[in-house]
């Protein structure tokens, strides 16, 4: 079971009190994109085995959405952060590089 810290509120709580939003980091299109870009955006998604950044919701608490950094193989948190950050804090990639050297890093 995943625990996870709300960085909105500060709740420190098993994965049911949250609510998974799928990948993180995604750059959005909409209408008047190009079909290729819009597809993309709408149906392909990385499945990684190993480190990934995804969205959450505090469903039961403040409400809020946040991002969480974890090994999908070992089911590690690596921290969370707010969501209106563009590209995960430097204190998640040092503590993501501290436990797996050989990730390749943030893309």
């Given at each position: ?12 709580a ?32 990385k ?8 969205r959450?919701r ?44 050989e ?5």
């Amino acid at each position: 079971m995943l625990i996870l810290t709300c960085p909105c509120c500060g709740v420190t709580a098993e994965e049911t009190e949250f609510s998974p939003g799928g990948e993180a980091h995604l750059k959005r299109y909409g209408p008047g994109s190009p079909d290729r870009d819009y597809e993309s955006y709408m149906f392909n998604r990385k499945n990684p085995r190993g480190v990934h950044f995804e969205r959450w919701r505090h469903t039961y608490g403040c409400g809020k959405w946040f991002l969480a950094a974890r090994c999908t193989i070992t089911l590690e948190v690596f921290g969370t952060y707010r969501a209106q950050t563009t590209e995960p804090p430097a204190d998640i990639i040092a503590a993501i590089k501290a436990r797996r050297p050989e990730w390749e890093g943030f893309a």
